[in-house]
């Protein structure tokens, strides 16, 4: 199903509904208690929920299950709420312990649906409908405006097992590249696939960073970097094909032979395979060792960190985004944002799913998620000359507010049509933030032309969920399959992409992929024009943009 343009201008309407409260706030100059819109907020329940631990939290500032946001939403929301560290990276694992040892919290915040899936078909996760429509003010409000949020959030026994939020339509994955190295080694961009070898090529081989040793990297290709390639290539597991879903094999074939040339080489960091995290791909970035850099991207937290970082280190360097080049497989848009995004789900046990709800609804209200965003009025902001919050001091949010991220995956901010576009966090008035801003207009010029395809169905979020018994024949196939791939680019001559794409068919046959592949037929056949796919990303993308 589409979503109209009454989805925006319902927008406008919740915001002036919440406005009034802000405007409320500013006047006194202090953050009032919320206007909780319901005759039992005043009773406080005890209730817990996860939060997302990915390191970020400042010492000084306290853990994240107790530091001053925690303690704000405790202060100002509806409920006591004890918050449980999730690693970033290993929700699962956690999850299933806390689960399997029946401690897992009343609320639980997480992107990943084969994470969640698995969760509601052994009903360990709450159905919504009654709990919304019982105690629900605002989210109940949010769902009759935006029925894409019910859309997203409901499974196949026709039952909402998600609260989701509405998000900005915007790539999250870009090609980066030094222009100023470009310039210096009279290279042009690139525009095709073996363009892109060459240029990498000579930026290995080329001294561009002028000290006289080979010691620059042509492309990144660790983690991240690596999928980013991928996407280039439309090296994904499932493409449609003759109108129909097809497994994806030729892709990989020539993205594993692009690496193995780099790999084989030298254009790449040898080691890329032992950078798990991506962590020594970025290092050597900021410290201007790597002329192409492929990455998943937060814009304005790039801006702040690994391009301040880069032009410490080197002042001269200029860096921009450039368009997926072209592939054998075509020339693609990269990944965007979600803009229809489940985030989190309830615990079938919870015994206070009312104060569950409460708290959901203060998360989701807008004077909370811009306090979440930007910090208290007067402490970490003022109102900028385009009337829109504006950090009092960079050093101080850095320190005291930008980490607070994970507190606000119920946050809508593209409901706040005038300060909650991502254009409007960059601070301008830092030169090289508003050279990351420059970046992040040019990269929606070039990644939104709706005549290249979206290199996904869909945003892998909203990829059909399948049933038990073929995840049960699909899960053990992809390490195997994956390794092949992987054993294709380090293997030398001896083994080339090729054979290692012959050896993975073969894994799938055995494997029964063909059940697989029978399974996405008939789901595409019969069911996806009802799901969220590409085409609604690019009407939503399509929407956002003519309005601003």
Not at 133 to 151: D, R
Not at 490 to 496: C, N
Request: proline share 6%.
């Amino acid at each position: 199903m589409k979503v109209g343009r009454a989805w925006l201008k319902g927008g406008a309407a919740l915001l002036m509904t919440s406005g009034l409260i802000v405007a409320g706030c500013s006047q006194s100059g202090t953050t009032a208690p919320m206007n909780t819109d319901n005759k039992q907020a005043d009773v406080r329940k005890d209730i817990s929920a996860t939060i997302y631990d990915r390191g970020s939290v400042p010492a000084a500032e306290g853990s994240i299950e107790n530091n001053r946001w925690t303690k704000w939403l405790n202060d100002k929301g509806p409920a006591n709420v004890k918050f449980v560290a999730v690693p970033r990276f290993e929700s699962q694992q956690k999850l299933n312990v806390l689960f399997a040892s029946a401690s897992a919290p009343d609320l639980i915040f997480e992107y990943a649906p084969h994470i969640k899936n698995p969760l509601i078909d052994q009903k360990l996760l709450m159905p919504l409908d009654e709990m919304i429509e019982k105690h629900s003010t605002t989210y109940k409000q949010m769902l009759q405006q935006y029925p894409a949020l019910k859309k997203v959030g409901m499974k196949s026994d026709g039952k909402i097992y998600e609260f989701a939020r509405l998000s900005e339509v915007y790539p999250i994955h870009a090609l980066l590249i030094r222009e100023d190295w470009l310039k210096k080694l009279n290279l042009q961009a690139p525009q095709t696939t073996e363009e892109l070898y060459k240029v990498a090529k000579a930026f290995a081989e080329n001294d561009p960073d002028g000290n006289g040793k080979k010691d620059t990297h042509g492309i990144a290709i660790s983690l991240q970097s690596g999928q980013v390639v991928d996407q280039i290539f439309q090296a994904t597991r499932w493409v449609v094909k003759d109108g129909t879903v097809t497994r994806n094999w030729d892709n990989f074939t020539a993205v594993t032979d692009f690496k193995k040339r780099l790999f084989d080489e030298g254009i790449v960091d040898k080691d890329f395979l032992n950078d798990k995290n991506g962590a020594k791909a970025k290092q050597d970035f900021v410290n201007g060792k790597v002329g192409i850099y492929p990455l998943q991207i937060n814009w304005v937290s790039f801006a702040q960190n690994e391009l301040t970082s880069l032009k410490k280190n080197v002042p001269d360097a200029i860096v921009t985004p450039i368009a997926y080049p072209k592939s054998p497989a075509g020339q693609f848009n990269p990944a965007y944002a979600n803009p229809v995004q489940a985030t989190a789900v309830v615990n079938a046990s919870t015994k206070h799913p009312d104060a569950v709800m409460k708290f959901v609804d203060f998360l989701v209200k807008h004077e909370t998620a811009s306090t979440l965003k930007n910090g208290i009025e007067g402490e970490h902001w003022k109102q900028g000359t385009n009337g829109c919050p504006e950090p009092i001091s960079a050093e101080k949010r850095k320190t005291e507010v930008a980490w607070n991220t994970d507190t606000q995956m119920l946050s809508s901010p593209v409901l706040d049509m005038k300060c909650g576009k991502l254009e409007m966090s960059f601070n301008l008035s830092e030169p090289v933030q508003k050279e990351g801003f420059e970046m992040y207009k040019k990269a929606m010029q070039i990644y939104s032309d709706p005549n290249k395809p979206y290199v996904e169905i869909t945003h892998p979020e909203h990829m059909p969920q399948l049933p038990k018994d073929i995840e049960a024949i699909s899960g053990p196939l992809v390490k195997p399959i994956d390794d092949m791939f992987v054993k294709g680019i380090l293997g030398g001559k001896a083994y080339t992409a090729e054979q290692a794409t012959k050896d993975a068919k073969e894994v799938w046959e055995k494997g029964n992929g063909k059940k697989i592949e029978e399974w996405f037929r008939q789901w595409y056949e019969k069911d996806s024009k009802n799901a969220f796919l590409a085409k609604d990303m690019y009407e939503i993308l399509k929407q956002q943009t003519s309005q601003k």
